[in-house]
């Protein structure tokens, strides 16, 4: 995230993608604190650190349901509350096995103290600034005080603005104790690549006429490649539960 958005930085929420896509672009490399997907966690924490945005991180085990003894980092989280923020939380997601230890999804959650926040337009115009102004939106500050910003690609780098997109919205929270990425229950939609989710909150609609952001949420997730390691993790545990069985060999008869 470039310093200028350092006061106003993001969380999470996820819209996605149909098959109505605009201008062509290359796959993009994007960014949030400098975290980014395909990082391994010490570049995570590495790039956290360089933040220095005082966060403190912990790496969080978890395990497959079949295969209760194999433990594996399934996410960063840090956390930090200061002057500028009430709290400013963040959760990186790591695939279980057989892949090695790369991001797949960046959630972060900042929620400031009442009218302390900063505008809302402002934030809005950085985040075009550092993403592109291409996006899709959802404006609703004028009767309900909410805006969503996404920044949409096909598997091919095709940006996608169309307003009627269907892609998977799900909704991972940072709260350690809500699970892993890979055993929420998320609903692909073939199209869906590279996505990046900014959801707004705070104000009351349409007073002041410039509300400030009470909190933002917002997520970096490649649905395509996150599809692809689910299947593959899948396949990988049946094998190993299949192999552990035949191990076992029959019983006298």
Request: proline share 7%.
């Amino acid at each position: 995230m470039s310093k200028k958005l350092t006061p106003a930085l993001l969380v999470a929420g996820l819209i996605a993608c149909s098959p109505a896509v605009v201008a062509a672009a290359e796959q993009r490399s994007v960014d949030n604190l400098g975290m980014k997907l395909g990082k391994t966690p010490a570049e995570i924490k590495a790039a956290l650190q360089a933040s220095d945005l005082q966060f403190q991180t912990r790496e969080i085990k978890h395990t497959l349901k079949d295969l209760p003894n194999a433990p594996f980092v399934g996410s960063v989280h840090a956390i930090r509350h200061g002057a500028d923020v009430r709290s400013d939380e963040i959760r990186v997601d790591f695939p279980p096995p057989p892949h090695e230890p790369r991001a797949v999804l960046i959630t972060r959650l900042v929620q400031y103290p009442i009218n302390a926040g900063p505008l809302t337009r402002d934030v809005a115009a950085a985040l075009e600034d550092k993403y592109g102004a291409d996006r899709w939106i959802d404006d609703r500050y004028a009767n309900a005080a909410s805006l969503r910003l996404a920044w949409i690609d096909t598997p091919a780098g095709v940006s996608i603005l169309d307003k009627s997109t269907k892609c998977s919205k799900a909704h991972w929270s940072p709260r350690t104790t809500e699970g892993h990425a890979f055993f929420n229950s998320i609903q692909f939609v073939d199209g869906c690549g590279l996505t990046i989710v900014a959801n707004f909150r705070g104000g009351d609609p349409g007073t002041p006429a410039a509300p400030m952001v009470s909190g933002m949420w917002t997520t970096i997730v490649d649905y395509a490649s996150l599809q692809q390691q689910i299947a593959q993790t899948q396949a990988y545990v049946e094998q190993q539960v299949q192999g552990a069985a035949k191990a076992r060999g029959t019983p006298r008869l």
